[in-house]
C-alpha cells in the first residue's frame, strides 16, 4: 500500500469550509410567558421562592404551582418555571420527565391511580386497572395510561394511570383518586367509583380529607390551601394500627432505656 506523500492539507492555498446554513424556524418562537400565568400566580411563585435559601431549590413546588393552572406541566409552565429561577429549559424539562407526578398532557377532574405494584397486583390490582380501562375506554378501545377520558379539566373528567407503589400494602389493593386513598378496592367497587365520579360526585376516600378536584391538589401541594380542611377525616386506617391496638390491649411496652448505653465491642487490630 503506497500512502501519498507530504501534506495534503497544505496542497491547497486555501483550506475549504462547508458552506454555512441558515436554518428558518418552522414556527414562531412563543412567548417568553403564558398569559395563563396571572399576576396571582407570580405573586405565590414569589413567595415559594422565598422559602428556600437558593432559589432553584423551589422548582419541585413550583412546577405543582404550575400544575394547578393549566392542569399539566406545559411547554409554557416549563419555560415559565425556568425564568422564574434562571434556569435553562433542559434543566427544568429533567426533573419533569424523571418525576411521574408531573403530567406532560392536559389531565382531566379527577386522576385515578391504581397500584400494580407487587402486592396490590396479586390481590386483584391488575384486574382493577384493566376494568378501568375497558369501563373508561371509547368504541372497544381501552383507555390507556395516563389518557383522559372527557375534556380535560371538565367536570367528570378522568385521566387514568398504573402506580408502581402507593405505600399501602396492608390494605391492598388500593388506588387514589388526586392522591386521595380508597382502600380494599374490588373491580366492582373501583367501577363503582369513577363511574360516580364521571356524575359528578365526590365519594369519601377511605382515609385522610375529603375528596376535591386535582387542580386544587396540586395548589395545596405547592404549599397553598386549607389544612383545617385537609385535617379532616381519619388519617389511619385499623388494618395500620393493629399492631399498636393488640400491644395496648394486652398491656405488651417496649423495654426501658438502659441507665448506661452497652459497651460496643473492640474494633480489630489493624494489620
Same mark, same amino acid.
Given at each position: 500500500?503506497?500512502? *501519498? ?24 418562537? *412563543?412567548?417568553? $410567558?403564558?398569559?395563563?400565568? =396571572? ?13 428556600? #435559601? ?6 419541585? #413546588?413550583?412546577?405543582?404551582? $404550575?400544575?394547578? $393552572? ?10 415559565? +418555571? ?24 392536559? +389531565? ?18 391488575? =384486574? ?40 399501602? +400494602? ?20 373501583? $367501577? ?68 448506661? *448505653?452497652?459497651?460496643? #465491642? ?6
Amino acid at each position: 500500500m503506497t500512502l *501519498p506523500e507530504g501534506t495534503p492539507e497544505t496542497n491547497s492555498a486555501t483550506t475549504a469550509k462547508p458552506a454555512e446554513q441558515v436554518f428558518e424556524p418552522v414556527v414562531a418562537e *412563543p412567548s417568553p $410567558v403564558s398569559p395563563t400565568f =396571572d399576576e396571582l400566580t407570580r405573586q405565590r411563585t414569589k413567595e415559594i421562592i422565598a422559602l428556600y #435559601p437558593e432559589a432553584r431549590s423551589a422548582l419541585l #413546588p413550583l412546577l405543582h404551582l $404550575v400544575q394547578s $393552572v393549566e392542569g399539566y406541566a406545559s411547554q409554557d409552565g416549563i419555560r415559565f +418555571c425556568a425564568e422564574a429561577l434562571d434556569l435553562s429549559l433542559a434543566e427544568v424539562t429533567a426533573v419533569v420527565t424523571f418525576y411521574t407526578m408531573y403530567k406532560r398532557t392536559p +389531565c382531566g377532574e379527577h386522576l385515578v391511580s391504581v397500584c400494580t405494584n407487587t402486592l396490590c397486583a396479586a390481590l386483584g390490582g391488575d =384486574d382493577i386497572y384493566t376494568r378501568l380501562q375497558q369501563r373508561l375506554g371509547t368504541n372497544g378501545r381501552p383507555l390507556g395510561h395516563e389518557e383522559t377520558v372527557g375534556e380535560p379539566g371538565s367536570t367528570g373528567s378522568i385521566t387514568l394511570e398504573h402506580a408502581e407503589c402507593l405505600a399501602a +400494602c396492608d390494605l391492598a389493593p388500593v388506588l387514589q383518586v388526586n392522591y386521595e386513598y380508597y382502600d380494599n378496592q374490588s373491580p366492582d367497587s373501583a $367501577v363503582e367509583l369513577v363511574d360516580a365520579l364521571r356524575r359528578g360526585e365526590r365519594p369519601n376516600p377511605t382515609r385522610g380529607a375529603p375528596l376535591t378536584d386535582l387542580r386544587t391538589i396540586e395548589l395545596e401541594i405547592a404549599g397553598f390551601g386549607d389544612i383545617a380542611v385537609r385535617a379532616q377525616g381519619p388519617s389511619s386506617a385499623p388494618e395500620s394500627v393493629r399492631g399498636a391496638q393488640l400491644a395496648a390491649d394486652r398491656g405488651w411496652v417496649a423495654p426501658a432505656m438502659p441507665d448506661e *448505653p452497652p459497651a460496643m #465491642p473492640a474494633l480489630p487490630e489493624k494489620k
